[in-house]
């Protein structure tokens, strides 16, 4: 099996950084893309950002030039550098990869972590 776990978040304040970290292991074989979601109360899950396994990236909008995904391959890790953080960024950051498993190698299959809480006040 394949777990991911987050680490990282926290009560920060408006204009605050966070970094979320999420370390994946198991039976890997190799780890395609990586991402970043998010849910807030009442609302549903959304892409944050993501990152490919050569590095290319993409983010929301609502968070361009303040987020910075970024991933250690060695150590099937991804990150998230939240600067500039505001209040309605508040929500369970969640985070998502696409396993290639050592014990099924034709397909790729997404994993969760269990979510980290990051709450930003005003």
């Known amino acids: 099996q394949v777990q991911l776990v987050e680490s990282g978040g926290g009560l920060v304040q408006a204009g605050g950084s966070l970094r979320l970290s999420c370390a994946a292991s198991g039976s890997i074989f190799s780890i395609d893309a990586m991402a970043w979601y998010r849910q807030a109360p009442g609302k549903q899950r959304e892409l944050v950002a993501a990152?490919?396994?050569?590095?290319?990236?993409n983010y929301a909008d609502s968070v361009k030039g303040r987020f910075t995904i970024s991933r250690d391959n060695a150590a099937n890790t991804v990150y998230l550098l939240m600067n500039s953080l505001k209040p309605e960024d508040t929500a369970v950051y969640y985070c998502?990869?696409?396993?290639?498993?050592?014990?099924?190698?034709?397909?790729?299959?997404?994993?969760w972590g269990r979510g980290t809480q990051v709450t930003v006040s005003s």
């Open positions: 998502n990869a696409r396993v290639i498993r050592s014990d099924l190698r034709r397909v790729k299959i997404d994993y």
């Open positions: 990152i490919t396994n050569d590095g290319s990236t």
